[in-house]
């Protein structure tokens, strides 16, 4: 496959069709975990070691899968990867893993996992699709970072709190205090102040978006009035 395809398959990942911004897949977790960084970014890992594993074993046996039991199939491989990272985490997380409870298992009905099978994965070759899970893993964890930080800061008035549930007792000096004696601001933390946040980065995308394309425009109508005065 060629550079370019690569750059769109990453470009789709990350912005143009990022599973959270575009899709609106995903957002129970999302939405519910999303109160810190270090929780967003926890599911996030998860969610991106799922997308990679699960693409790239699809990929491998697209050609010997039948298409009236391919899904089962997916949903098989998506359980299974999904079972060794919950395990995983509850030996070397633990404390994460308590935090993050249910929404770890819950990862095998992630829309994106199984939409990224199905649509990519079991179309095309394995480098592409561990690039497309890579990508569309690090556009849902963007998300969820992002969210965790802005609901973080609000909410509880700080930033990489509880850092060492995942980097371990050296990160325990790591989070950022914005104010002292902060009372914090429940609706922040609390599942509508997700919804405001998610819909406020939304809206940001669309106004980059849309700059983007005015800009594109100006550059096509100028090229077309060069190209007419030199003729």
């Known amino acids: 496959m060629s550079d370019t395809s690569y750059r769109s398959i990453i470009y789709n990942g990350l912005w143009k069709n990022n599973p959270a911004f575009v899709q609106l897949l995903g957002l129970c977790p999302l939405l519910a975990v999303s ?13 991106i070691l799922t997308l990679v594993a699960s693409n790239v074993m699809v990929a ?5 899968v039948r298409p009236e039991i391919r899904i089962p199939v997916f949903v098989l491989i998506i359980a299974s990867t999904v079972t060794i990272i919950e395990i995983s985490m509850n030996a070397w997380f633990h404390e994460l893993y308590n935090i993050l409870g249910i929404f770890i298992p819950l990862i095998v009905t992630n829309c994106a996992i199984i939409a990224r099978a199905e649509a990519f994965a079991s179309k095309n070759t394995v480098s592409s699709s561990f690039i ?3 990508f569309m893993g690090l556009g849902f964890t963007a ?4 969210l965790g930080a802005m609901r973080e800061i609000i909410g ?4 990489f709190q509880q850092a060492h549930l995942m980097f371990g007792d050296a990160a325990r000096d790591m989070t950022i205090t914005f104010f002292d004696n ?4 429940l609706l922040a933390i609390l599942p509508p102040g997700a919804f405001i946040g998610l819909g406020l980065l939304i809206a940001g995308k669309n106004i980059i978006d849309k700059k983007q394309l005015a800009r594109e425009k100006r550059i096509t109508e100028r090229a077309i009035e060069s190209a007419e005065t030199s003729s």
């Open 156 to 159: 509880l008035g700080t930033l």
């Open 143 to 146: 998300v969820l970072v992002t």
């Open 182 to 185: 902060y009372r914090g601001y």
């Open 35 to 47: 109160n810190t960084v270090i929780n967003g970014l926890g599911l996030g890992l998860a969610t």
């Open 60 to 64: 491998m046996i697209r050609h010997w």
């Open 132 to 134: 497309d899970g890579l």
